[in-house]
């Protein structure tokens, strides 16, 4: 069968035409969910939901997480039926449904009811998601005698494709040693992952710390690349120690970060504006 020149031209024309369309316009063409994706999170210990008023009122703290539009929360001091100083109310199921948001919750102190039938006392850690937690679990950290059990709270997230490990700790407060043993917990239960990591929490220890030192061999500490000023949180009412931490692995990207001003709890809590990789879209236990 034979092409008449002319037509055979036009056909070459429109071939030409069109690789030049493509060629020439990569970002029409560039996949949208290589974006980075921002994601806001807080780090807050909340005193079981006592002010530095002395009152209890847990709506205060609900309040600061939404005036901040907080995506992830990592709570320390959080009473499950505890006693009468939290009027025996589960906080971490209160917050989650004051704030529709999804809950994972860590006993490191677990007590029989008083009364027979009765929810177990509690008192630990949670994490709040506005998205969906896929896995989560709750690891005992080392503990000397006499002093306060701790753990690390385990939350596994997709943030629009992006899958993150959210950690949330509370470190012993009195003995710099026994936190130096809690860290280097923390640290093999993180491991060497191939996610994104953010580890929230009241470390209880200062930014030069030996034990935050050991922290920063593998994590960013999101006040050091966004922060202003000195970024202390306790206590409450008058801070002047910086003991609460947004910290990262080193694939995300802090856009800002603060303190918030609230008279909820002895302890300020600290927010960070984050980028989590866009190459990570489509990573995780989904991929492949």
């Known amino acids: 069968m034979r092409i008449r020149r002319s037509a055979l031209a036009a056909i070459v024309a429109l071939v030409t035409a069109m690789v030049a369309t493509v060629t020439s316009t990569p970002a029409a063409t560039a996949d949208p969910s290589a974006r980075d994706r921002p994601l806001s999170v807080m780090s807050f210990n909340i005193h079981h939901g006592v002010g530095t008023d002395g009152r209890l009122d847990l ?12 995506d992830v929360v990592g709570l320390q001091e959080v009473d499950r039926h505890w006693s009468e100083r939290s009027d025996f ?47 989560w ?28 490990q959210v950690y949330n700790t509370h470190l012993q407060h009195d003995d710099a040693a026994e936190r130096l043993d809690q860290v280097a917990a923390v640290e093999e239960l993180i ?7 953010i580890l929230l929490g009241d470390l ?54 603060a303190v918030v001003a609230t008279d909820a709890s002895d302890h300020r809590p600290v927010s ?17």
């Open 191 to 197: 491991g060497e992952p191939d996610e994104s990591v």
């Open 204 to 257: 209880n220890a200062t930014p030069r710390s030996p034990e935050i030192g050991e922290l920063m061999d593998g994590l960013v500490d999101s006040w050091e690349e966004a922060g202003v000023g000195d970024g202390s949180t306790y206590p409450g009412d008058d801070p002047r120690t910086r003991i609460d931490y947004v910290l990262t692995s080193g694939d995300v990207v802090t856009r800002t970060a």
């Open 89 to 135: 109310v589960d906080q971490a199921a209160w917050l989650a449904r004051e704030l529709n948001m999804h809950v994972v919750y860590g006993a490191n102190l677990d007590r029989d009811p008083r009364e027979p039938g009765a929810p177990r006392r509690q008192y630990g850690t949670a994490i709040l998601s506005e998205r969906p937690i896929r896995d």
């Open 137 to 164: 679990d709750n690891t005992f950290l080392p503990q000397y005698e006499g002093s306060e059990q701790r753990g690390l709270l385990r939350a596994h997230i997709n943030v629009r494709g992006i899958w993150i």
């Open 272 to 288: 960070a504006d984050v980028l989590l990789p866009g190459s990570s879209v489509g990573g995780g236990p989904n991929a492949g």
């Open 59 to 70: 709506q205060r703290i609900a309040d600061v997480v939404k005036s901040e539009g907080a």
